[in-house]
Nanobody, 118 residues
Framework: QVQLVESGGGLVQAGGSLTLSCAAS????????MGWYRQAPGKQRELVAT???????NYVASVKGRFTISRDNAKNTVYLQMNSLKPEDTAVYYC????????????WGQGTQVTVSS
């Protein structure tokens, strides 16, 4: 029903910045939450940041003050600005969409690699 396409990953030195983008294939009229999760080798996937249609945000403690999530509802796109990157931020980052009204479905992007060198 909905495809998510991510871009913006890459290799950066510690202290550098990257911006990730995720575009949904069609406009969503229902209330929803879009955001980013990440999975490092040998670890479980964790929430990084989310933003609801109404603008409420949620961040994992380790990225507060460094990462900023934003979204453009007209473009069906969510962004993650990542500043002051650390080697421990290295992971595959996945875009996620959850509709909080009917049909209450859940979608994932294919993932984009972020590697931070020391």
């Amino acid at each position: 029903q909905v495809q998510l396409v991510e871009s913006g990953g890459g290799l950066v030195q510690a202290g550098g910045s990257l911006t990730l983008s995720c575009a949904a294939s069609r406009r969503l009229f229902s209330e929803n939450v879009m955001g980013w999760y990440r999975q490092a080798p040998g670890k479980q996937r964790e929430l990084v940041a989310t933003m609801s249609t109404s603008g409420s945000t949620n961040y994992v403690a380790s990225v507060k003050g460094r990462f900023t999530i934003s979204r453009d509802n007209a473009k069906n796109t969510v962004y993650l600005q990542m500043n002051s990157l650390k080697p421990e931020d290295t992971a595959v980052y996945y875009c996620n969409l959850k509709r909080t009204a009917w049909p209450n479905d859940d979608y994932w992007g294919q993932g984009t690699q972020v590697t931070v060198s020391s």
